[in-house]
T-cell receptor, first 114, second 108 residues
Framework: DTGVSQNPRHKITKRGQNVTFRCDPI?????LYWYRQTLGQGPEFLTY????????KSRLLSDRFSAERPKGSFSTLEIQRTEQGDSAMYLC????????????FGPGTRLLVL | GENVEQHPSTLSVQEGDSAVIKCTYS??????FPWYKQELGKGPQLIID?????GEKKDQRIAVTLNKTAKHFSLHITETQPEDSAVYFC???????FGKGNQVVVIP
């Protein structure tokens, strides 16, 4: 257990529905990252925050994807109008900005879109 | 964007033997090189990392070597054990671009 938690761990939804995932980082970490991982692939970077500021969002897969970190602590990732191609593992990671870039990953949320 | 490649994609070794997997990156500005281990159903876990000012780092049975000129770094696992069976990922730069992973299978 790295100290990063994600909820829910599994989500099954029907195509067209909206889903929201939550990530709680290690408390003293001010950077938070979201990745998507499909079978047989490495994590694919989506976006990241430093405190509450979203510093990179150009890699979000489409305008159906959005993320927030309103108080600089937990973060949410929302996918609107889900498609079957959104089925994947969504990973969250956190790190310090002390010059050491070690990212600590949560267990992930596995999404299945029917 | 950053291109990160890992070879071989799958590596099978006998228990007790050594395993070496290699990661090649394209961004010459990269200065931090981590290796993560991912077991089934879990998120990646950092197992060792190295910064560009050193060429090698060891931690018990695992080591990482870095060749900045050739832009590759390698993970070495000695005296492999069944619990080393997993998928291993490298990342660069600054951990935002991951390779596709190396599946390591340790045969008892």
């Amino acid at each position: 257990d790295t100290g990063v938690s994600q909820n829910p761990r599994h989500k099954i939804t029907k195509r067209g529905q909206n889903v929201t995932f939550r990530c709680d980082p290690i408390s003293e970490h001010n950077r938070l990252y979201w990745y998507r991982q499909t079978l047989g692939q490495g994590p694919e970077f989506l976006t990241y925050f430093q405190n509450e500021a979203q510093l990179e969002k150009s890699r979000l897969l489409s305008d159906r994807f959005s993320a927030e970190r309103p108080k600089g602590s937990f973060s949410t990732l929302e996918i609107q109008r889900t498609e079957q191609g959104d089925s994947a593992m969504y990973l969250c990671a956190s790190s310090l900005t002390s010059g050491r870039e070690t990212q600590y990953f949560g267990p992930g949320t596995r999404l299945l879109v029917l | 964007g950053e291109n990160v490649e890992q070879h071989p994609s799958t590596l099978s070794v006998q228990e007790g033997d050594s395993a070496v997997i290699k990661c090649t990156y394209s961004d010459s500005a990269s200065n931090y090189f981590p290796w993560y281990k991912q077991e089934l159903g879990k998120g990646p876990q950092l197992i060792i990392d190295i910064r560009s000012n050193v060429g090698e780092k060891k931690d018990q049975r695992i080591a990482v070597t870095l060749n900045k000129t050739a832009k590759h770094f390698s993970l070495h696992i000695t005296e492999t054990q069944p619990e080393d069976s997993a998928v291993y990922f490298c990342a660069a730069p600054v951990g935002l671009a991951f390779g596709k992973g190396n599946q390591v299978v340790v045969i008892p």
